[in-house]
């Protein structure tokens, strides 16, 4: 089989550039605006709004770091697993403040639609005004980092 110069094919590709290492200044404003973002949200919940913006974006570098934190955060597999697919998942599997973020979220990281009013009324019925600005903010931020790591192809299980 023969690719041409516009095939994306990363699985054999190397790391492009160490990005913190050439920009350290910019690398350093995205660790601190991810610090930010996250005051005062769950944990758990900014891992499975950040692996589920990591899917839609083909960020492998930062699923698997999500991933991971997620764990640590006590996520259950059957959770991290079910999240490609968590509109589908069973009643209980996530809770409607997850349902909204992750809804959110998604609309977001598909930004050429914009984010619909009744995404984000969901959203806004779940989480206080403060709440929501992080979140939103969560999203952001782990968007920036998806753009990062997939242009200078970050390796997985680098961090």
Same mark, same amino acid.
């Given at each position: 089989m023969t690719t041409n110069s516009t095939t994306k094919d990363s699985t054999t590709a190397p790391a492009r550039l160490d990005y913190a290492r050439t920009a350290p200044k910019v690398f350093r404003a995205v660790?601190?605006?991810?610090? #930010?973002?996250?005051?005062? %949200?769950?944990?758990? %919940?900014?891992? %499975?709004?950040?692996?589920?913006?990591?899917? =839609?974006?083909?960020?492998?570098?930062? =699923?698997?770091?999500?991933? /991971?934190?997620?764990? /640590?955060?006590?996520?259950?597999?059957?959770?991290?697993y079910l999240l490609p697919v968590?509109?589908? #998942?069973?009643?209980?599997?996530?809770? *409607?403040?997850?349902?909204?973020? =992750?809804? =959110? #979220? *998604? *609309?977001?990281?598909r930004i050429e639609g914009g984010v619909s009013d009744a995404v984000y009324a969901r959203a806004a019925e779940q989480f206080a005004e403060a709440e929501l600005a992080q979140l939103i903010s969560v999203c952001f931020t782990i968007n920036t980092w998806n753009r990062i790591n997939v242009a200078t192809r970050k390796t997985p299980g680098t961090h």
């Open positions: 660790i601190a605006l991810d610090a #930010a973002a996250r005051e005062g %949200l769950d944990p758990a %919940l900014v891992e %499975l709004v950040q692996m589920r913006t990591s899917q =839609l974006n083909g960020c492998a570098y930062c =699923l698997d770091m999500h991933a /991971k934190d997620a764990r /640590k955060a006590g996520e259950t597999d059957e959770r991290i968590w509109h589908e #998942a069973p009643a209980g599997v996530y809770n *409607e403040r997850e349902r909204a973020a =992750l809804a =959110l #979220a *998604e *609309e977001i990281a």
